[in-house]
T-cell receptor, first 114, second 115 residues
Framework: DQQVKQNSPSLSVQEGRISILNCDYT??????FLWYKKYPAEGPTFLIS?????DKNEDGRFTVFLNKSAKHLSLHIVPSQPGDSAVYFC?????????????FGKGTLLTVNP | NAGVTQTPKFRILKIGQSMTLQCTQDMNHNYMYWYRQDPGMGLKLIYY???????DKGEVPNGYNVSRSTTEDFPLRLELAAPSQTSVYFC??????????????FGPGTRLTVL
């Protein structure tokens, strides 16, 4: 039972355009969401997060939007750069006393073409 | 400041062999985690620890054991390796959990193949 779903295995965009990566979740107890970026042969690195009390969080070129009623979040990258090419994982936590444990989606491979 | 380090980077095991994956962090984080990532899949939590001497099972603990005798180290033990344990293993650490500070720092991973 996949509680965090990233339904697009891959996404290709042109440099300078917007990249939109999507994530859906099923567990209504999740209340904190994170995006991680992963390059080949490296560990994931934290990118941006959002609490369920907000609907938007922005950090430079990266913005995360949360729609709680739809149980959906998205990561916007504007403008996209070739160095953004990586696998992006959506992760969620919350519910009960173990709210520090993360549940990850399968990831979306973003390719930004020059 | 090295962050989270893992050794070895690569290892090939025969079925039934044992090994320990090492993980060390120098950020004085209380929380540490072990994940595995299978091809085309997300990371799945194997075990975690909220402090020295305290460990607990994650989503996929079968076939693994852990210990946490110090704040810095969190080794993962495979006792009888099986082909199903072929995966990339990531160790991670974080500060004590607090809203807005949930970032986990990951090591570079250990690629394990069991033949």
């Amino acid at each position: 039972d996949q509680q965090v779903k990233q339904n697009s295995p891959s996404l290709s965009v042109q440099e300078g355009r917007i990249s939109i990566l999507n994530c859906d979740y099923t567990n209504s107890m999740f209340d904190y969401f994170l995006w991680y970026k992963k390059y080949p042969a490296e560990g994931p690195t934290f990118l941006i997060s959002i609490s369920s009390i907000k609907d938007k969080n922005e950090d430079g070129r990266f913005t995360v939007f949360l729609n709680k009623s739809a149980k959906h979040l998205s990561l916007h990258i504007v403008p996209s750069q070739p160095g953004d090419s990586a696998v992006y994982f959506c992760a969620a936590s919350g519910g009960g006393g173990s709210n520090y444990k993360l549940t990850f989606g399968k990831g979306t491979l973003l390719t930004v073409n020059p | 400041n090295a962050g989270v380090t893992q050794t070895p980077k690569f290892r090939i095991l025969k079925i039934g062999q044992s090994m320990t994956l090492q993980c060390t962090q120098d950020m004085n984080h209380n929380y540490m985690y072990w994940y595995r990532q299978d091809p085309g899949m997300g990371l799945k939590l194997i075990y975690y620890s909220v402090g020295a001497g305290i460990t607990d099972k994650g989503e996929v603990p079968n076939g693994y054991n852990v210990s946490r005798s110090t704040t810095e180290d969190f080794p993962l033990r495979l006792e009888l390796a099986a082909p199903s344990q072929t995966s990339v293993y990531f160790c991670a650490s974080s500060k004590r959990w607090d809203r807005g500070q949930g970032e986990q720092f990951f090591g570079p991973g250990t690629r394990l193949t069991v033949l």
